[in-house]
């Protein structure tokens, strides 16, 4: 016990199971696959519904349907079944309102600009620039972890 | 408060990791454990056979050939040695209570 003694460090431990717990609900929330492509289209229909004159609620319909059943079949090929909690509650949440909202902003410029004509397309433009953004949050959060020294 | 309080077990870094990444999961496949701690297959294999022999953990094996999978489970028990051990830590941060004075403590203290 001497021994484990001199070399404990609650702190660090503590630190390291925080680390491993918010690393694993950081991931599943930034996941880039259907789970999350998926509903961010459905959210560009959502945005393009919201914002043209002309938008169709069937077609969004269509769209968070097939979402679903994305988001069923990737649910078996995932190394990870997600425990829902009230933390990664915490993560997705702001992540999908965020999402959507920029969608929406996404729209409403081009609404602006006098392009109401062309708003699907425009979605689909921002939801690849929404995506990309994404994409490169995870690349940066994968980049501070791999920072970290290894676990010992 | 004294280090008995601490759970031989989780003393380990690697384990306290790998205990810690499966309480966020319902179950966490073999693989992916091995690469979020970034350990190796032997390594990680040892990790886990402690925490099975503990009954922290459960394991399950799915699927044949190449869509074989090792899949990792949290227990009530290993969850609630967790959070004993996490809460010990806890303590273990805080600074010592001050002596409470005793009787004849004060006495002294006071008689010139």
Do not use: C
């Not at chain 2, 966020?24 to 390594?43: H, I, M, N, P, W």
């Not at chain 2, 009954?55 to 959070?83: D, M, P, Q």
Request: charged share 20%; glycine share 8%.
């Amino acid at each position: 016990m001497e021994n484990q003694k001199d070399e404990l460090d609650p702190k660090a431990d503590l630190a390291l199971l925080e680390r491993a717990r918010w690393s694993l609900e950081l991931d599943q929330a930034l996941d880039p696959g259907p789970w999350w492509y998926a509903p961010l289209a459905a959210a560009a229909i959502a945005a393009a519904t919201l914002f043209s004159r002309n938008g169709s609620t069937g077609m969004l319909g269509l769209v968070m349907i097939a979402s679903l059943m994305l988001a069923a079949h990737d649910r078996y090929r995932r190394p990870v079944r997600p425990r829902p909690s009230m933390r990664s509650a915490t993560l997705v949440v702001p992540i999908a309102l965020g999402t959507f909202v920029l969608l929406g902003l996404w729209g409403t410029a081009v609404s602006t600009i006098g392009y109401d004509d062309f708003v699907p397309g425009w979605a689909l433009l921002g939801w690849v620039l929404t995506t990309a953004l994404l994409l490169g949050g995870r690349a940066i959060a994968g980049a501070v972890r791999d920072r970290r020294a290894p676990i010992q | 408060m004294s280090l008995d309080d601490l759970d031989p077990n989780l003393t380990a870094p690697k384990r306290l990791a790998a205990l810690g990444l499966l309480s966020a999961a319902k179950k966490v496949e073999f693989g992916y454990l091995r690469d979020q701690l970034e350990l190796t297959d032997s390594d990680l294999s040892k990790q886990l056979k402690v925490l099975l022999d503990a009954g922290y953990v459960t394991s399950k094996r799915t699927g044949k050939g190449k869509t074989r999978a090792s899949w990792f489970a949290i227990t009530a028990v290993g969850r609630r040695a967790l959070n004993s051990h996490a809460a010990a830590l806890q303590r273990l941060l805080q600074p010592p209570a001050p002596p409470a004075p005793s009787e004849t403590g004060s006495a002294e203290a006071v008689v010139p």
